[in-house]
């Protein structure tokens, strides 16, 4: 179940990079109305690329405490993705519907969540089962 995790977090980073390269990054950002933070933007790549590096960590060791710590910090990471989520989503259409996050495709925000879900369940069932002895 680690190995899979492992796949699903590579399979999400290589959606999240289409995303944020599609989206031509910080500089393309719209008005300041639909604005992302630039926080939220930089922190949900950067954690969860802590959270993988911990992750690999957990694979070479079997170490429980590198499970547990990865799974805290991917936590953080899909609050802030899901913070990415419902900006994105309340521009499609709504009030504020201008800006670079609206060409985000459709079909790679689905993509990247449903990895994304995949994976953080895998990592907390993993987390679990090691816990477990």
Known sequence: MGIAALVMWILAAVAGSYLFIVNGGLRRQGTKI??????????????????L????????????????????????????????????????GGKHARGAEQEFPLIGVLAHGTVAILTFVLVLFTAIRVSRG
């Open 53 to 92: 590096a911990t992750w690999v960590e957990f694979l070479l060791t079997a170490q429980t405490a590198y499970a547990w710590s990865s799974f805290g910090v991917l936590a953080v990471v899909a609050l802030l993705g899901f913070i990415l989520l419902t900006r994105w989503l309340t521009g499609r």
């Open 34 to 51: 639909t604005r992302f933070p630039v926080t939220v933007v930089l922190g949900h790549p950067a954690l969860a690329l802590v959270a």
